[in-house]
């Protein structure tokens, strides 16, 4: 299984801090990957795939980078709804998709 | 817009059989160019892809190794929903169960856009 790591575990944010969060794998994945919000009591949203596409709706003070075994989640300006714990997903590997452990952001 | 909507019981008592199903509004579970997915969440093991069906002129399915021998997720056309089954469950099978579609982009790039509202199952 291709093994993905995120850092950090947890981070506290002021409202307007520029935030980035890291995922790494433990094995080239090309552009394959996913970023999703998780709040408790909803489900997973969707927030980039392909490592930097937005998702529809997604505000663009969202934003990812990175390609290979690197990749980042960027908010610009922190909003008090941001709170949440973010997840990467990598599918390089389809079907055998893995996420990391995630990212607890408070605000 | 897509909504899935998932029913099913949220205890189950150990070595018998979780059954969750996923009812789809604004999607075709037999549309050529989706897939639909059963991931699970639990403290101990995050967020863990379970499977998936889908349609390409025949039905497909895929299993994670981690639960394949006891897991079937089976369509359902005639009520446009799917359905996992998952055997033989133990306390460690406790967690939150969603459903998810992934829409199978034609570039190869595959993720979930559209989730159900999850089920807390507790095996006890």
């Known amino acids: 299984d291709i093994q993905m790591t995120q850092s950090p575990s947890s981070l506290s944010a002021s409202v307007g801090d520029r935030v980035t969060i890291t995922c790494r794998a433990s094995q080239s994945i090309s552009r394959f990957l996913n970023w999703y919000q998780y709040k408790p009591g909803t489900a997973p949203k969707l927030l980039i795939y392909s490592a930097s596409t937005l998702q529809n709706g997604v505000p663009p003070r969202f934003s990812g980078s990175g390609s290979g075994t690197e990749f980042t989640l960027t908010i610009s300006s922190v909003q008090p709804d941001d709170f949440g714990t973010y997840y990467c997903q990598q599918s390089y590997s389809s079907p055998m998709y893995t996420f990391g452990r995630g990212t607890k952001l408070e605000i | 817009q897509v909504q899935l909507q998932q029913s099913g019981p949220g205890l189950v008592k150990p070595s018998h059989t979780v059954s969750l199903t996923c009812a789809i509004s604004?999607?075709?579970?037999?549309?050529?160019?989706?897939?639909w997915n059963w991931i699970r969440q639990s403290p101990s093991r995050g967020l863990e892809w379970l499977g998936r069906?889908?349609?390409?002129?025949?039905?497909?399915?895929d299993y994670a190794v981690s639960v394949q021998g006891r897991i079937t997720i089976n369509p359902d056309t005639s009520k446009n929903q799917f359905s996992l089954q998952l055997n033989s469950v133990t306390p460690e099978d406790t967690a939150v169960y969603y459903c998810?579609?992934?829409?199978?982009?034609?570039?190869?790039?595959?993720?979930?856009?559209?989730w159900g509202q999850g089920t807390l199952v507790t095996v006890s």
């Open positions: 998810a579609r992934d829409p199978l982009g034609a570039d190869g790039h595959y993720y979930f856009d559209f």
């Open positions: 604004g999607d075709r579970v037999s549309r050529n160019g989706a897939a």
């Open positions: 069906t889908y349609f390409r002129s025949k039905w497909y399915t």
